[in-house]
């Protein structure tokens, strides 16, 4: 059994059951209540056709006009408004068979109607234009040393051509990106191509030369352009065989090949910190030409010589099906910048052994 009574801590009155019986009868008192409090609320509501109909006849002051404007007839019309007027409780019009004006309260009402047309319109607009990735947000992650270059211009581009789309950025090293790209926490990474994953699809956007790196005063630094040959046993601030094992492997071949033995001086993942510790005269370093725009001062930066000197790239990669329609416009844009590095003779080609 089920019974209202007053509680003794708050005065209010509460159900008390008294078996399971009365639990459920309590429950089923309850559900009653809810859904009789729902419909006090919905029946209260009125609709976005109540509210044009309602602002065309104040903007007219004329049934026959507004009528016509919305394309009905004023028997319509006039019931859209009936409905409205019931729903707030308060009449929002006077007419006559000669005029139409509105209240005081049809007067504070009718901006309010305005503004929530506008947020309802707006509201359709943002959801269509969502739908084929005018708008959204897209996660990306990159790594450190795309921010020097290829990042920003990618950035200037979205919003020349797509300024409805917003980034969050994430920066991260590669192997983070791909557990992240696979985890779902990314749509788009920046990486670079030392992964054997076919579950991404990827396009190669940047290919760069790799250029010497030495403290302003150093023998080399007066040089135009360095053979690798000249860093034989010279002393050189190396990259990390696990935060960034690809410019690891990258230059481990590239020595190997060249029969030349440097004296490794330190290991470290980030080219920012490697220029930091050539300015500080702890050795040379091979970074990427995009280092140029860091202008890190100190540093002196002088192309390798010949035709042969190694090429790093970098790659979008992504997860083949996202139900985010906004990859699709990053993915438009990272590949009209791939095409007019093409042209300009970067030929961003993915290696065959980074295909994924």
Partial sequence: MAIFRACRACGRRHIFVRSVEGMLHGLSLLNELFCASI??????????????????VAEELHFGRAAARLNLTQSPLSRQIQLLEHALDVRLLDRTSRSVTLTRAGHNFLPEARRLLRLAEGAALAARRTAIGEEGTVTLGFTAASGYEFLPRLIQTLRETAP??????KEMVSADQLDSLTAGRIDIGLIRPSYNRREFDSLCVVREPLVLAAPEGHPLA?????SITDLDHQPMVAYSPYEARYFYDLLATLFTSAGVRPRYAQHISQIHTILGLVKAGIGLALVPRAALNLRFQGVVLRPLAGDAHPIVELHAVWRPRNANPAVATVQTVLREIAGER????????CSPSAAG
């Avoid at 509501?45 to 109909?53: I, K, N, T």
């Fill in 164 to 169: 409805g789309i917003d980034l969050d950025l």
């Fill in 222 to 226: 007066t040089f135009p352009e360095v």
């Fill in 342 to 349: 093409r042209t300009r003779g970067q030929s961003p080609v």
């Fill in 39 to 56: 419909d006090a609320i919905f029946g209260s509501m009125f609709e976005l056709s109540h509210l044009r109909c309602f602002v065309a």
